[in-house]
């Protein structure tokens, strides 16, 4: 497999059909969710994608908007001059070309997304009390927001389906396991077979959780912090152990998540 | 590691260093602390100090952690693996498919030495290596079965085949295969059983399976165990592995074993050793895993490689001429190769059924006995004593679409009765219910005119619960499979929405647990599948798996469960 064959954008692994069918929609005017398991590379992939196109970008943390009027700015008070209104950067950036990146969409309440309505249907467009105008939205500008979704994930909360229908929604997967072990091996300096072998445990777990043996999926984080400790000198056993065995439970002995996931590093893992 | 390195490294510990350097260095260092002993944490093992119910306890969830090491290479609910505590008497290759029995024997009668964690590396090589026989049969050995040296050389084949494609696959657990090894051939057939090296077959199982040095007086052995290693050796992939044909690789080995030209050729006993393949200077390997001899460049273990290293092994066979000769014909112009397989000079005595002179008659004595010895526990004994498997068989299915089917029958009595039930979890109980209006019928209204109290009547039922387990067990004996009188849905049927009912209504009640278990009998055994229990593996659809068969021992059964509750529930309710 060739490089760019495999990196359509740069670093960063998705699928020729899926990445062509998620620039289709964004350019036709659709707004994109992208879903997925932790650690897919959701939020990466806007910034990846807007940086190789060109396209501005800005992301906007949504868990952190804990007042409808939060999307648009805050009240300051500043010396001689008063309490003023300072506009937000997703404000400003409504009204130019370019991308925003709604971050963990789900993670702020739901009245919390009443005020983008407007901004995310035909209307484009929105009241802002603080400004005294409608501020309508750049023609050039697109959506991509992310979300995690399921009962492991506290803090998140259900969308009302008006704000869901807005989106079409594209699943991000865990990178095939010859394509894991090329991206490791890109970020840190660490012998190849130790790259597949993080890259193999990855993707089995995965598929562990696929067929609920395990109760939560893998995402790329655990393999890149064994790669980080590998690269410190740690050999490839306690790397493994470290970086994926505590994310699970421990609760049950011998039957416990942390005790398959040894056995599953056990198994991948030569003995010397 | 290449795939050529990796390839002989796992030829090197399986089949071949491994056990001169248990000899020579002692089995510690040559098995190395036990594997199990990483995720089966000290406290976690049994221990002589706790109490019965605990240890029990203990050993089921030791039993779950075993079975899902097959599972990790395998996948999930894909086998049923029953637990057998009487290997010497009941153990057989099991013929039902997904089913997988393991011995609990190494835990029972471990030899002297073996650890309790060395005894589960036993058992989980055991669960790894029967699993991977279902996973990687790739053909019908039905027509063997009427061959006894036939049906061992093919099982030899593929115990050999599917080592190698585990090992590759997951280097780590190679360890748990070899402790297998070392407890059920040396251990159980070679000491208990008196497996010895008595005739060509026996050499030849011992040479590739023993994990101790096996004594060979035969070339005729030599011969075929070096062509095992060589067909190893040449399929350096999992893929290629698998489609080694093995029906045709154990015909070879056959026309190795009793092929006339070489049946008299003895030597004096010798040790099968890898001085006898690879030369007094061993393999070209270093490093930990090695014998630090040589650079670290090795080579794969080729007929080529063998034969540079040690050519004295080889000289007394024409091997590379078969193995390198290919003609070609000629027919209308068209060029055929003709392929000469290894073993074609011997192929007039690859139709043994009906062709057994080359077995001598010592040989074929020992290997009936053998086969008697292996076969006997099925035919009982005049006492009627069951014995009794707990297991947890794999979902079905449709397990989930039977078990929907059974709550939506029973959807309007979990209802009432949890509404019923809803006060038990109040703190202080209640002492008045107020009826729902849809349980009254006209008269009870009527009186309810005259008796305001029927309306807040003090009902001490429904105080708050004494903490308690509640056993449903429902015979699956095959009469269950009869239809109710009113011949409506078959008793099973009707069994399984009563589980439903038993578990939904009383799912809310924090005081209480509730266990569902089926139980019949086949044989001498009493067979109870666990349909739902209270605990992390909480899995209400299983009961969606109840089907009847066999027949029905319900003392036996009642009391299993009722020793299993006991052992299992502890004090204090904790629902997950």
């Given at each position: 497999m060739r490089d760019n064959d495999t990196f359509l954008l740069p670093g960063f692994y998705i699928p020729r059909e899926k990445l062509k069918i998620i620039e289709d929609f964004l350019f036709s005017g659709f707004h994109v969710m992208l879903a997925g398991n932790p650690g897919c590379g959701k939020t990466e992939f806007g910034q990846v994608w807007a940086a190789s196109r060109g396209i501005p970008v800005h992301k906007v943390n949504c868990g952190a908007i804990r007042s409808p009027r939060d999307w648009f700015g805050r009240h300051e008070f500043r010396e001689g001059t008063g309490t003023v209104f300072v506009p937000t950067k997703f404000l400003e950036m409504l009204e130019r070309p370019g991308l925003i990146i709604l971050d963990e969409i789900n993670r702020t309440t739901p009245d919390n997304h009443n005020p983008i309505m407007n901004i995310l249907d035909g209307n484009r467009e929105v009241y802002v009390e603080e400004l005294g105008r409608y501020v309508r939205v750049h023609d050039g500008t697109i959506f991509l927001a992310t979300r995690n979704t399921g009962r492991q994930h506290t803090g998140t909360f259900h969308l009302d389906h008006a704000l869901e229908d807005r989106f079409q929604e594209v699943r991000l997967e865990l990178p095939p396991e010859e394509v894991i072990a090329q991206i490791i091996l890109a970020k840190y300096s660490i012998p190849s077979e130790h790259a597949e072998t993080i890259a193999r445990l990855t993707v089995k777990l995965n598929d562990m959780y696929d067929e609920e043996m395990l109760s939560k999926a893998m995402g790329m984080r655990p393999a890149f912090a064994a790669a980080a400790l590998v690269q410190k000198g740690n050999s490839l056993d306690a790397a493994l152990r470290y970086a994926f065995v505590n994310r699970y439970s421990g609760e049950g002995g011998p039957e416990s998540e942390q005790a398959l996931v040894m056995q599953t590093i056990q198994g991948l893992v030569k003995r010397t | 590691m290449t795939g050529d390195r990796r390839m002989f490294s796992a030829l090197h510990r399986l089949f071949l260093n491994g056990r001169l350097r248990d000899v020579a260095r002692g089995d510690d260092e040559w098995f190395g602390p036990p594997l199990s002993a990483q995720w089966l944490p000290f406290k976690e093992a049994l221990s002589s100090d706790a109490p019965d119910g605990e240890n029990m306890k203990r050993w089921q969830s030791v039993l779950r952690g075993i079975t899902r090491t097959a599972g990790i290479i395998f996948g999930s609910r894909r086998y049923q693996v029953r637990f057998d505590a009487g290997y010497d008497e009941n153990y057989r290759h099991t013929t039902s498919p997904g089913v997988i029995v393991v011995s609990t024997e190494p835990v029972k009668r471990p030899p002297p030495g073996f650890s309790f964690h060395d005894a589960v590396d036993a058992m989980v090589g055991q669960v790894i290596h029967e699993a991977a026989h279902l996973h990687e049969r790739?053909?019908?050995?039905?027509?063997?079965?009427?061959?006894e040296i036939m049906s061992v050389l093919r099982h030899l084949a593929e115990d050999v085949i599917i080592d190698a494609i585990v090992a590759m696959q997951y280097p780590g657990f190679e360890g748990y295969l070899l402790k297998y090894r070392r407890y059920f051939i040396d251990w159980k057939l070679r000491n208990q059983w008196s497996f010895q090296a008595e005739g060509r077959l026996k050499q030849l199982v011992l040479s590739v399976r023993s994990t101790l040095p096996a004594k060979i007086n035969r070339w005729t052995v030599r011969h075929a165990y070096l062509y095992l290693l060589y067909i190893l050796s040449k399929h350096q992939t999992v893929e290629q592995l698998r489609k080694i044909n093995r029906t045709e690789l154990a015909a070879q080995l056959y026309a190795i074993l009793y092929d006339a030209r070489h049946a008299e050729h003895w030597r004096d006993p010798d040790v099968l050793s890898e001085s006898l393949v690879l030369?007094?200077?061993?393999?070209p390997v270093a490093g930990d895993g090695g014998n630090n001899r040589g650079g670290l460049r090795v080579n794969p273990l080729t007929l080529h490689t063998l034969r540079q290293l040690h050519r004295q092994t080889f000289e007394w066979s024409d091997v590379d001429k078969f193995v390198s000769e290919q003609k070609v014909r000629k027919t209308n112009g068209k060029a055929t190769a003709i392929t000469k397989r290894w073993s074609d000079a011997y192929r007039h005595r690859t139709a043994p059924v009906e062709n057994k002179q080359a077995l001598t008659p010592e040989g074929r004595g020992l290997l009936r006995k053998w086969e008697e010895e292996r076969r006997s526990p099925l035919q009982g004994d005049a006492t009627y004593d069951y014995r009794t498997m707990l297991s947890l068989v794999p979902l079905h299915a449709q397990a989930a679409d039977r078990y929907r089917s059974a709550v939506s029958a029973v959807r309007s009595q979990i209802v009432r009765l949890r509404k019923q039930l809803a006060c038990a979890n109040t703190k202080n109980g209640r002492d008045i219910v107020f009826l729902q209006s849809g349980d009254l019928d006209e008269e009870a209204l009527y009186r309810a005119k005259f008796a305001t109290d029927l309306f807040r009547r003090p009902n001490d039922s429904f105080r708050r619960l004494t903490p308690m387990d509640m056993v449903l067990l429902i015979d699956a004996s095959r009469s269950m499979r009869e239809p109710l009188p009113d011949g409506s849905v078959p008793k099973y049927v009707a069994a399984q929405r009563l589980a439903a009912l038993f578990v939904e209504a009383l799912e809310p009640l924090e005081s209480v647990r509730t266990w569902a278990f089926s139980f019949s009998s086949f044989e001498r055994n009493v067979e109870i599948r666990e349909l739902y229990s209270p605990g992390i593996h909480a899995d209400k659809t299983r009961i969606g798996d109840l089907y009847p068969e066999n027949q029905t021992p319900e003392y036996e059964a009642l009391l299993a469960v009722v020793r299993h509750v006991q052992n299992v529930s502890g004090f204090g309710v904790r629902k997950s």
């Open positions: - | 790739r053909e019908d050995e039905s027509g063997l079965a009427e061959d030369g007094a200077e061993g393999p």
